[in-house]
């Protein structure tokens, strides 16, 4: 099996594994029991979170573990409900995943206002954009740091800058979240240095565990979450804390902080590599086309682990499959997004036309990737010429 879809979930590293069943096995105590076990179980937890918070650049108590990014996205978003008393709107990117797309439109519900900004076609929110969806109503801005579809990098501190100076002319505290997923354990994140307010976070992204993550909440903000049953997380997130997953979630990040700016210039130049050897097959468009040699050689506003092509006029779903029955997997982009036009939304917000978003797929790939898997999977394309009718197949102009 070739797995190039790391996107939606990278292979737990052995040592967060054997972290994992080792805390499991020996610190079992619920960290909120009074007596000894429980008293070491809290000392644990807390250690874990100050050394989580110093590879992050963050306050130990601005950190809530959660269950992941989703839940934490959720957490967030929700809390505004408490904010409908009173007019106000918040802005989104057109290029969220689901789980903070999907919340911050069920707030329409509760008379909360949304507005999208979306991206120009290489995927980027401009502060020129962003700043035209402001005003003195705004309490939130969440834009996704690096898109879990198409890779693109966000000039977020940028973004921060504009929000910022518009909360000195409006008078009033702007949120300004980000969706930090797909970005950590792959570049350098400092939380004070980016200047955001709030981010979220997924281990399994990174190496570590599922149903592990976290939700960072800048000091200056007071939010008012609607979880109730228990004073853990200093009130904020209720229910017993997942200590092993937290270990590993740890020692996940460890481990990608050590080695992740030396393998950084590897992966871009095995992703320039990949695009070249893509566009000679004569089969794929790129997505979006700055991604294409000769337009954007450095590649600077993308991330090198993933990348997003078309084969019109094949559906994605069948490519998907086709390959699947290769032995490689990839998938057609966020794995929490089942119906076809949720999966083409980031696409289309981007003004890709519909039939190439419809012939999408997104590969994946991380540090166990090997360029012979990468070889495979390219003869794996070749394979599916047979399927597209050669007066259908839409080539990128070089």
């Known amino acids: 099996m070739i797995y190039l879809d790391w996107a939606a979930s990278a292979p737990v590293y052995p040592e967060v594994a054997d972290i994992v069943k080792d805390v499991s096995l020996k610190n079992y105590a619920n960290p909120s029991s009074p007596h000894r076990e429980g008293e070491n179980a809290k000392l644990m937890l807390e250690d874990f979170r100050v050394k989580f918070a110093s590879l992050l650049g963050c306050n130990p108590d601005e950190l809530i573990f959660t269950s992941g990014a989703t839940e934490a996205n959720n957490m967030l978003l929700y809390s505004f409900i408490f904010e409908r008393t009173r007019e106000i709107n918040i802005v989104i990117s057109g290029i969220e995943h689901p789980s903070v797309y999907e919340p911050a439109s069920q707030l329409e519900r509760f008379g909360i206002k949304l507005r999208y900004v ?55 505290k702007i949120l300004f979240h980000s969706d930090i997923t797909q970005a950590v354990g792959k570049i350098n994140i400092n939380l004070k240095e980016i200047g955001i307010d709030a981010a979220t976070i997924s281990a399994h992204k990174f ?41 590993g979630m740890l020692k996940a990040l460890e481990i990608r902080t050590s080695i992740m700016e030396k393998e950084y210039p590897v992966a871009r130049d095995t992703t320039k590599w990949l695009i070249e050897n893509l566009i000679s097959t004569e089969l794929c468009t790129m997505i979006p086309q700055l991604r294409a040699p000769g337009t954007n050689e450095e590649n600077t506003n ?36 089942s119906r076809k036009k949720d999966r083409m939304r980031t696409l289309i917000n981007m003004g890709i036309p519909e039939d190439i978003a419809g012939s999408a797929i997104r590969i994946s790939y991380g540090w166990y990737t090997t360029k012979n898997e990468l070889e495979e999977f390219l003869e794996g394309i070749k394979k599916l010429e047979k399927l597209i009718p050669r007066k259908n197949r839409k080539f990128l102009s070089r």
Do not use: H, W
């Not at 997003?308 to 290769?326: A, D, H, K, W």
């Open 302 to 337: 993308f991330s090198p682990y993933i990348l997003s092509i078309s084969l019109p006029p094949l559906p994605g779903e069948v490519t998907v499959r086709s390959l699947s029955e290769m032995g490689i997997c990839i998938s057609t982009g966020s794995a929490c997004s």
């Open 207 to 247: 190496g570590g565990p599922r149903g592990t993550g976290a939700l960072y909440l800048k000091r200056d903000f007071k939010l008012n979450f609607l979880y109730g049953g228990g004073e853990q997380e200093n009130g904020r997130r209720p229910g017993t804390e997942n200590l092993p997953g937290i270990a």
């Open 118 to 172: 979306m991206p120009d076609s290489s995927g980027i929110v401009t502060p020129e954009r962003l700043l035209k969806k402001l005003d003195n109503m705004t309490r939130l801005v969440s834009i996704i740091y690096i898109n879990n579809e198409i890779g693109v990098i966000q000039p977020i501190k940028q973004l921060v800058n504009v929000v910022k100076e518009a909360e000195k002319r409006f008078g009033r």
